[in-house]
């Protein structure tokens, strides 16, 4: 089992930027990654990244967004940067661990509004 604990959501301006945190706590973890859910829409691939720090990225995000996680993967970040109205939406944390089985957390909001 794993246990998921995000952090970091808000209320920003256009062009601002907001660090998203997630904590995991329980087996050992191979992979992790955020999704997000704008109202109206399927939950999308926003970024993820493996034990060996390799990392993907959705097109909208790619060159404004980073993931980053320590080395046993306890703690996954997603710094945004440059952030648009579009990038409205909840954000979950997500991980997979050694067994293959995957995990959510609760989700953050993130509201980009003048």
């Known amino acids: 089992q794993v246990r998921l604990a995000e952090s970091g959501g808000g209320l920003v301006q256009p062009g601002g930027s907001l660090r998203l945190s997630c904590s995991a706590f329980?087996?050992?973890?191979?992979?992790a990654g955020w999704y997000r859910q704008a109202p109206g829409r399927q939950r999308e691939l926003v970024a993820t990244i493996t034990s060996t720090n390799t990392t993907n990225y959705a097109a909208s995000v790619k060159g404004r967004f980073t993931i980053s996680t320590d080395s046993a993967m306890d703690t996954t970040y997603l710094q945004m940067n440059n952030l648009k109205p579009e990038d409205t939406a909840v954000y979950y944390c997500?991980?997979?661990?050694?067994?293959?089985?995957?995990?959510w957390g609760q989700g953050t909001q993130v509201t980009v509004s003048s």
């Open positions: 997500t991980t997979r661990d050694y067994r293959g089985s995957d995990y």
């Open positions: 329980g087996n050992i973890r191979i992979l």
